[in-house]
C-alpha cells in the first residue's frame, strides 16, 4: 500500500452547514496510508480582491491576468449568460448558419440594457473577408460565434469570461454549474500573481496540426508552449494527447461498479487498472490539469473493480477534491463524495478481514 500525504482543505463545502472532519488512517503491515475523509473543512479566507484583472497581452488582444496568487482550485469567475440561445434541434451535428444566428443573437440582443448591449459590441471578433458586410453589417453572429461557450442544451455569451484568451496547456477550466445556471472558471493550477490565465476552446486531445486547425475559426495561430515545442518534444506530446484521447473514448464503456468474477474478466479488470495509472500519468506529464478530476473517477472505479480499495478510496477521494472546489453541489462532486465514502467503508472492511485472518 503506498503512503499518501495528508493534505489539509480549505474551502467549505456549504457555507453554514460544517461536516464532520476525521481523519482516517488505514494501516497494513508496517505502511499506512493516510487521508482525511470526510474532508476537513475550514473557512473560506480567500483575499476579497478580484482575482483576476483584464489587459492587453502582447499579441493575443485582451486577456485575463492573476491579481495575485491562486491556488488550485481557485475560483477566479462565475458569470451568468447575458445572452443564451438554444441548440436547434434539426441542425443537430451541423453548424448553425451564420445568418440564423445572426437573427436569434440580435433578438436577444434588444432586450438587453444599454451598458450590456455595449459591453457584448465591445467584444472581440474574427470574421472571414465580407463576412459581415454579407449579414448586413450586424456583427453579432460572428461576436457570438468567436466567444460564446456552451449553457448545457444551448450556447450563452459571458462577456467576462469572453476575455480570457486560449491556450492548449492552459492553467484554467471551466464546468456549467446546472445548479447555479452559471460557468464557473477555476485554476487547475497554481497560477503565480501576473500570470495570464487561458483555458482551452477546443479538446485537447487533438495533435498540433489539428489543434490549429479547429483554432482557425478563431482567427489565430497558437504560439503557447505546447504549440512551439521542437520537433521531436511536438511529436512525443501528440503522441501522449492521441493516447490520452483514445484511452478516455475506451474507459467511458467500462466505468460501472461491476466486480469482475470470471478469471478472464478479472485478468482484463487488473490490466485495465494498470492502464488507468499509465493514463492518470500520461495526463499529469501531458500538463492537461483539467483532465484530472475525470482521470482520477476513472482510476477510482477501475480500481474498484478489482477490488484493490485503497487505490480507489485514495483516487476517489482526489477526484472529489478537484470538484468540490468547481462546484460543491454539482453532478460530479457529489458522486466522487458517495464513491468516496463507499470504497472507504470497503477499504475498511478488507483491511479488517485481512486483519483476522492474521
Ligand atoms: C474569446 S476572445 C479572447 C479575448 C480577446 N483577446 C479580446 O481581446 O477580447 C478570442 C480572441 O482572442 C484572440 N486569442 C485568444 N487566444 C489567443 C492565442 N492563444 N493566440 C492569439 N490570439 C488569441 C483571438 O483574436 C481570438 O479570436
Known amino acids: 500500500m503506498r503512503r499518501e500525504d495528508h493534505r489539509s482543505h480549505s474551502f467549505c463545502l456549504h457555507p ?33 480582491q478580484d482575482p483576476y484583472t483584464v489587459e492587453l497581452s502582447p499579441g493575443l488582444g485582451l486577456g485575463a491576468f492573476a491579481t495575485h496568487d ?10 451568468a449568460p447575458v445572452i443564451r440561445i438554444s441548440r436547434p434541434s434539426h441542425l443537430k451535428g451541423s453548424g448553425y448558419p451564420i445568418a440564423e444566428v445572426t437573427r436569434v443573437v440580435r433578438e436577444e440582443y434588444t432586450k438587453l440594457p444599454p451598458a450590456a448591449q455595449d459591453e457584448v459590441l465591445s467584444l472581440t471578433y474574427h470574421a472571414k473577408p465580407g463576412e459581415v458586410a454579407s449579414l448586413n453589417n450586424d456583427p453579432l453572429g460572428v461576436i457570438f460565434r468567436t466567444n460564446a461557450y456552451n449553457t448545457g442544451d444551448g ?12 491556450s492548449c496547456r492552459p492553467n ?9 445556471q452559471k460557468r464557473i472558471i477555476y485554476a487547475t493550477r497554481e497560477i503565480a500573481e501576473g500570470e495570464e490565465i487561458t483555458v482551452s476552446y477546443i479538446p485537447l486531445t487533438l495533435p498540433q496540426s489539428e489543434r490549429q486547425h479547429r483554432l482557425n475559426r ?7 508552449s505546447a504549440c512551439t515545442l521542437p520537433p521531436p518534444s511536438l511529436a512525443l506530446s501528440d503522441t501522449r494527447r492521441r493516447d490520452i484521447g483514445t484511452a478516455l473514448s475506451a474507459f467511458s464503456t467500462q466505468l460501472n461498479l461491476t466486480i469482475s468474477s470470471s478469471p478472464s474478466a478479472l485478468r482484463k479488470a487488473r ?17 492537461l490539469a483539467d483532465y484530472l478530476p475525470e482521470v482520477c473517477r476513472i482510476v477510482a472505479i477501475s480500481h474498484a ?5 485503497g487505490t480507489a478510496s485514495v483516487w476517489a477521494n482526489r477526484g472529489f477534491e478537484g470538484w468540490v472546489r468547481v462546484d460543491q453541489r454539482g453532478r460530479e462532486t457529489l458522486e466522487m463524495f458517495e464513491l468516496t465514502g463507499r470504497f472507504v467503508e470497503m477499504w475498511k472492511e478488507q483491511i479488517r478481514n485481512e486483519t483476522e485472518r492474521g
Request: net charge positive; hydrophobic share 35%; aromatic share 12%.
Open 271 to 287: 490490466k485495465n487498472a494498470k492502464s488507468s495509472l499509465e493514463l492518470a500519468k500520461l495526463v499529469e506529464g501531458e500538463g
Open 70 to 79: 491562486l491556488a488550485t482550485g481557485s475560483i477566479i469567475l462565475r458569470e
Open 155 to 166: 450556447f450563452g455569451l459571458f462577456p467576462k469570461i469572453a476575455r480570457i484568451n486560449h
Open 16 to 48: 453554514r452547514r460544517w461536516i464532520y472532519a476525521g481523519r482516517l488512517v488505514l494501516r497494513r503491515d508496517r505502511s499506512e496510508t493516510r487521508f482525511t475523509w470526510p474532508i476537513q473543512l475550514q473557512k473560506n479566507h480567500q483575499p476579497h
Open 172 to 180: 484554467a477550466g471551466y464546468y456549467w454549474s446546472e445548479a447555479l
Open 218 to 224: 478563431y482567427g489565430f495561430t497558437c504560439t503557447c
Open 305 to 309: 473493480r478489482v477490488g484493490d480499495w
